[in-house]
């Protein structure tokens, strides 16, 4: 079926290199959220999109992470300049109206 | 205090025996609660979604919201080795979009 994909699912870089993670939502879903899961914690939110727009941008730790949403579809995540507290699970997930929020299984991102 | 609390286990349990996962909240304004599992190196799926209080039932789920006493709980009977898991709450008020997580119970089936 088509669900939430995220890509790459691994990524393992360099201390002050950026990195950019891609979200493709389910078709049709009007809501994309990215959220960081680090070691053994539950889901700290970072931003959310409605459409295009992202009215709440509240989580992003640092100004060192941005996040695009572009067609109504495909959400990318920039983190510049890596730090090794970056380190964790990055996961995507969408709804619609209001409905649960379906997953992807997430980008594993390891900062040496 | 969090406003989602929930035991981060492990729980451990024996194949077939009946396990109850829960979570207490503060927020009285919360009316949409879910379950969601996760399994190592996976997303989280989601299991069970209800409104208000009640009971809703699944298969070999039922989810259960006391709204009175701030409190949600995940029944699974007849657990099975491929229940293990870590099982997530997370909740939200009627006009939220945001949700508001617990921090996963994991749970173990030993066959």
């Known amino acids: 079926g088509a669900g939430v994909s995220q890509s790459p699912s691994n990524k393992v870089t360099e201390k002050g290199k950026d990195v950019e993670l891609r979200c493709d939502p389910i078709?049709?879903?009007?809501?994309l959220y990215w959220y960081r899961q680090s070691l053994g914690q539950g889901l700290e939110f970072l931003i959310y999109f409605q459409g295009n727009s992202a009215p709440d941008k509240s989580g992003l730790p640092s100004d060192r992470f941005s996040a695009e949403r572009t067609g109504g579809s495909v959400s990318t995540l920039t983190i510049q300049r890596t730090q090794q507290e970056d380190s964790a699970v990055y996961l995507c997930a969408s709804s619609f109206n209001n409905q649960p929020q379906h997953f992807g299984d997430g980008t594993r991102l390891s900062i040496l | 205090q969090k406003e989602v609390e929930q035991d981060p286990g492990p729980l451990s349990v024996p194949e077939g025996a009946i396990v109850s996962l829960n979570c207490t909240y503060s927020?009285?304004?919360?009316?949409?609660f879910m379950w969601y599992r996760q399994y190592s190196r996976k997303g989280p799926e989601l299991l069970m979604y209800?409104?208000s209080s009640g009971n809703k039932e699944d298969g070999r789920f039922t989810a259960q919201v006391d709204k009175s006493s701030k409190y949600i709980s995940l029944f699974i009977r007849d657990s099975q080795p491929s229940d293990s898991a870590t099982y997530l709450c997370?909740?939200?008020?009627?006009?939220?979009?945001?949700?508001?997580w617990g921090a996963g119970t994991k749970l173990i089936i030993k066959p």
């Open positions: 209800t409104y």
């Open positions: 997370a909740m939200r008020g009627d006009s939220n979009y945001q949700l508001i």
């Open positions: 927020n009285s304004a919360f009316q949409y």
């Open positions: 078709s049709g879903h009007t809501a």
